[in-house]
Structures are given as structure tokens and as C-alpha cells.
């Protein structure tokens, strides 16, 4: 039986498909590619179409054996769902209906689900435990709860188990060099720095100093997208092994600063890397960090490549070899 991945041709996506072709599994990627890359595929059978198409999808379903899927297939941008909230609705929230009806229709029974910190909004405590508040302070968030919520009763009306992972913040690269993060436009802060190394643009707007943090910048927690990937495999063999659904967050537990960002990609690039101060961008809360212990403990994950300066490292190989992304 197959693995379905949705959004498997996106940058958390591909990683994940690298890795369960690694673990032997049988994969087949669903992507639309409007924000994914077909080169960014290294095996499975890719299967290119909308789930926003209800017919396409229950079509998917008849067609192949699958028994479980993993589910990235999102808009993912913060700016872009203050901006046009219901198309973030459409393509979060009801091609996930459409996703979760075919499920149900085909007897399919277990889910990991791409989450993120955005459901917590402004934190109440850090680090941040899975059992925090959950008040999104944008559309995005909003949607990525909203499917946690049907989710829920997914789970407990129709019998089809969760595993819902809450992302921090994802970056690195495929340490194979092949694959690696290409959004279009991209606004994450670790490829703007190094599209900064590589002379491609002239700055790296630091958004707001005046942050109640140590050197006044945002705090985040950033994870490696092949640590994240790994994260997927652990859940999907709890949903084979125990049949139950759970939350995880999945963070390093260790913050940093935007400046130190800045300052740990100077010394692995060796370029200066001109900063400047721009104002705030609406809805960045001060500090994200994850408290992992519950999923580390739980499902024995073990993060590899947890050191900040390892993590763009990788990066920095991949944009270095890919300076246009999968354009070459
Ligand atoms: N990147 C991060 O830091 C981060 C953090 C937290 C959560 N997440 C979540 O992880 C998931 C993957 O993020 P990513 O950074 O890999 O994004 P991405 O944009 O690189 O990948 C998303 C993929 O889904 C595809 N897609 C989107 N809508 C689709 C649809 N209706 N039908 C078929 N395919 C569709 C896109 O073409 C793309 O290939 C998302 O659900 C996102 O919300 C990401
Ligand atoms: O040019 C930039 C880009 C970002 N930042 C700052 O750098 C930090 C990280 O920003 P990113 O855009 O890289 O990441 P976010 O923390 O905003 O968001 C990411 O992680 C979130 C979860 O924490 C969501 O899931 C979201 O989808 C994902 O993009 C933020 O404080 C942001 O203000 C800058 O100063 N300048």
C-alpha cells in the first residue's frame, strides 16, 4: 500500500518524500506544483492535480491503495492571508474537507498533518507546550486550526486518526545537496540573508529593533527541514503501531535573535551581508520557541542537525549550487 503525500513537490514536502524513500516506503506525491517544484521530487509517482477538485481527488482515492496520508498541500504565507484571507480558507480549510471526505469514502484511516506555531499566536508562556492557548493572530493560523478542529471530530465521528504536527520554524537543505528551499516569493528570513551572500539582493531588512528580547529583534526557533522530515516517518508508524491521534510540537527548544541569525550566516558565509532596520511586520509575536519534549519522549524523536550554524550551513550549500532554486 501507497503513502499519499500531498504537497509533496513543496519544500517540507520533498524532504519528507526523501525520507520515507529512504525508510522503503511506497510514495505517491499529489501537488498541484503552483507553489512546488517537479525537480524537487526524488522518487514515488507524482500525480499532479488541485484539491480543491473534489472529483480529482476521490478519483486519487479510487484509483490507488492508499493507506495513510501525509498532509502539506497549503497557501503558507502570514502577509498573504492578511491580504486575501478566504482564498487561504478555500485552499486550507475546504480542499482539507475535500481531502478528509475522500478519506472517508475510501476507508483510509490516518493523517499527519502539517500545523505550525501560528495557532498559538502570541505565546503565554515559552517555551511553548502543546497544551498552551491557542489564539491565532492571523488567517493562516487561523485555517491551520481550524483543520486541527475537524480533525478532532474527524477522530471521533468517522474513526479516522491524527497526527497533528505544529512546524516551528522550518530551514536547511537536503544534506545530499539536491533538494532544498525554493518559494516563490520567498519572505523566510534564513534564504533572504543568503540571497544577500550571494549578491542577489542588496540588504536584509531587519523587521523591528524595539522587541522586548535582549537585543530587541524577534526570537524564533529554527529546525532542520530533514529533523522535521524524520518527525513524519516517527508519526506514521505511531499511527500504524497505536491507532491513537495526538498533537507534537516540533521545535529545538533554543531560540535566536533575527541580529544573531544575521551574525551566524556572516561567519558561514564569509560575506558581510548588509543589514538594515525596516518597521515591524503586523502580527510577528516577539518570541517562538518550542518545548519538543512531549514528541521526543513519546515517539523517540531525535533531532540531528540542531545547531543553528549546521542548519545554514545547508542552506548555504544548497543556494549556492541552486542561485535561481530548481531554475538552476
Ligand atoms: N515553511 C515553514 O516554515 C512552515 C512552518 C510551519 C508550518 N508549515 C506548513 O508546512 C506545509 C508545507 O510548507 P512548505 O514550506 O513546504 O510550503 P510549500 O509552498 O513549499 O509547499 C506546499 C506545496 O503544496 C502544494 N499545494 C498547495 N495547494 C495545493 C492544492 N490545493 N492542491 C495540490 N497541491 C497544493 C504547492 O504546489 C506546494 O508544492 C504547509 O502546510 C505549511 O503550512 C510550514
Ligand atoms: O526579511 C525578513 C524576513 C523575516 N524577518 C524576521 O525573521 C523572523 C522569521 O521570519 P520568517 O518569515 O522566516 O518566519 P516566521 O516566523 O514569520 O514564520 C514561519 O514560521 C511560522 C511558525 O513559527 C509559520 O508557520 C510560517 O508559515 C513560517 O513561515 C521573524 O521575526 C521576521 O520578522 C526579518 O526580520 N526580515
Redo the contacts with the bound molecule.
Keep these: 500500500m501507497s503513502i499519499l503525500v500531498?504537497?509533496g513537490?513543496?519544500?517540507?514536502?520533498s524532504h519528507t518524500v526523501a525520507e520515507l524513500l529512504e525508510n522503503k516506503e511506497d510514495v505517491i506525491i499529489?501537488?498541484?506544483?503552483?507553489?512546488?517544484h517537479k525537480e524537487s521530487v526524488l522518487g514515488g509517482k507524482l500525480i499532479i492535480?488541485?484539491?480543491?477538485d473534489k472529483e480529482f481527488i476521490n478519483k486519487v482515492f479510487k484509483e490507488n491503495d492508499i493507506e495513510a496520508v501525509i498532509h502539506?498541500?497549503?497557501?503558507?504565507e502570514v502577509g498573504e492571508s492578511t491580504v486575501d484571507p478566504l482564498k487561504f480558507y478555500n485552499?486550507n480549510v475546504v480542499?482539507t474537507l475535500n481531502l478528509l471526505n475522500a478519506m472517508n469514502e475510501a476507508g483510509v484511516k490516518k493523517i499527519v498533518f502539517?500545523?505550525?506555531?501560528a495557532t498559538y499566536g502570541e505565546p503565554e508562556n515559552i517555551p511553548i507546550l502543546e497544551t498552551d492557548k491557542t489564539l491565532p493572530t492571523n488567517p493562516y493560523g487561523e485555517t491551520?486550526l481550524t483543520v486541527e478542529k475537524a480533525l478532532k471530530w474527524a477522530d471521533s465521528c468517522l474513526g479516522i486518526k491524527h497526527v497533528i504536527l505544529r512546524?516551528f520554524?522550518?530551514s536547511g537543505a537536503h544534506m545530499s545537496g539536491k533538494i532544498g528551499e525554493d518559494?516563490n516569493p520567498e519572505t523566510?528570513l534564513i534564504p533572504l540573508i543568503l540571497q544577500v551572500a550571494l549578491g542577489k539582493r542588496e540588504d536584509i531588512k531587519i523587521f523591528g529593533t524595539d522587541y522586548p528580547t535582549p537585543d530587541g529583534t524577534c526570537i524564533r526557533d529554527y529546525i532542520h527541514v530533514t529533523d522535521l522530515a524524520n518527525a513524519h516517518v516517527l508519526a506514521l508508524n505511531k499511527l500504524r503501531n497505536d491507532n491513537s491521534s495526538q498533537i507534537y510540537n516540533l521545535g529545538n527548544g533554543k531560540g535566536f535573535s533575527v541580529k544573531e541569525v544575521i551574525e551566524i550566516a556572516r561567519k558561514v558565509t564569509g560575506q558581510p551581508i548588509k543589514s538594515v532596520v525596516a518597521p515591524k511586520r503586523t502580527g510577528d509575536p516577539a518570541i517562538l520557541v518550542a518545548s519538543s519534549e512531549k514528541i521526543i519522549k513519546e515517539l523517540k524523536w531525535a533531532p540531528r542537525y540542531n545547531d543553528l550554524e549546521t542548519i545554514i550551513e545547508t542552506a548555504w550549500t544548497w543556494h549556492k549550487t541552486h542561485p535561481k532554486g530548481y531554475n538552476i
Design positions: 500531498t504537497g513537490a513543496g519544500y517540507i514536502g499529489l501537488d498541484s506544483l503552483e507553489r512546488g492535480g488541485d484539491l480543491r502539506f498541500a497549503a497557501y503558507i485552499n480542499s502539517s500545523s505550525t506555531a491551520k512546524y520554524n522550518a518559494h523566510h
